[in-house]
């Protein structure tokens, strides 16, 4: 059966991507739906590369959730010592710890393309968002049978479920901010 996918931490935080590929760069897609003293959950977080400024936006009355199934990453997650970031090893289909409608917005970068049950997560995304609350959701473009590969068709059927406030793409990949 396959599995989820892990990536070592090293691979998703290191000064190259950084460099590369800043963490500013897909922030500056939702930076303005982002509010101080917003609740954020950052589903699929790794290691936290994007923590620090998502951190930042939400400021000290906020609070950013940190959930992804890799021991590993959560460990990185907590030895970057935000005081407003509470990280737990969990999935994005079982986030049972929060509540309906408890956050105001959901930070889910290149995860659901390496997740088995895509209708899980969306429907567990969207059950923590408040009404109106936005999300910015990324997927690499996926085919074939690989079960955690995410179509175009399903990529469609993954926004359809919201209200589209601005989408894109690239070669590799698709992103939305969309709102509940
Ligand atoms: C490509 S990485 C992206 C990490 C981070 N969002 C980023 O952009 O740096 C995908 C992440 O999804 C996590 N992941 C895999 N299965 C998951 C699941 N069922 N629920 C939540 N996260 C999952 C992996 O452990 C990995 O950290």
């Given at each position: 059966?396959?599995?989820?996918?892990?990536?070592?931490?090293?691979?998703?935080?290191?000064?190259?991507?950084?460099?590369?590929?800043?963490?500013?760069?897909?922030?500056?897609?939702?930076?303005?739906?982002?509010?101080?003293?917003?609740?954020?959950l950052d589903v699929g977080s790794?290691?936290?590369?994007?923590?620090?400024?998502?951190?930042?936006?939400?400021?000290?009355?906020?609070?950013v959730w940190a959930v992804d199934p890799?021991?590993?990453a959560i460990?990185?997650v907590?030895?970057?010592?935000?005081?407003?970031?509470e990280a737990r090893v969990g999935s994005a289909?079982s986030l049972?710890f929060l509540?309906?409608?408890?956050?105001?917005?959901v930070?889910s970068?290149?995860v659901?393309?390496?997740?088995?049950?895509?209708?899980?997560?969306?429907?567990e995304?969207?059950?923590?968002?408040?009404?109106?609350?936005?999300?910015?959701?990324?997927?690499?473009?996926?085919?074939?049978?690989?079960?955690?590969?995410?179509?175009?068709?399903?990529?469609?059927?993954?926004?359809?479920?919201?209200?589209?406030?601005?989408?894109?793409?690239?070669?590799?990949?698709?992103?939305?901010?969309?709102?509940?």
């Amino acid at each position: 059966m396959v599995q989820d996918r892990r990536i070592p931490p090293f691979v998703l935080d290191n000064p190259i991507r950084r460099a590369f590929s800043p963490p500013t760069r897909i922030v500056s897609r939702f930076r303005d739906s982002v509010k101080p003293g917003m609740v954020v959950l950052d589903v699929g977080s790794g290691p936290g590369f994007f923590l620090p400024l998502l951190s930042r936006l939400v400021g000290e009355k906020g609070k950013v959730w940190a959930v992804d199934p890799d021991p590993r990453a959560i460990e990185k997650v907590k030895r970057k010592g935000l005081s407003n970031v509470e990280a737990r090893v969990g999935s994005a289909s079982s986030l049972s710890f929060l509540e309906d409608g408890s956050v105001d917005f959901v930070f889910s970068n290149l995860v659901i393309c390496c997740l088995v049950d895509h209708k899980g997560a969306i429907s567990e995304m969207r059950r923590v968002m408040k009404p109106g609350a936005r999300a910015y959701v990324s997927s690499r473009k996926g085919r074939g049978r690989d079960p955690r590969a995410v179509t175009e068709e399903e990529w469609r059927e993954i926004l359809s479920t919201f209200k589209v406030i601005e989408s894109g793409s690239s070669f590799m990949e698709w992103w939305a901010l969309v709102e509940k």
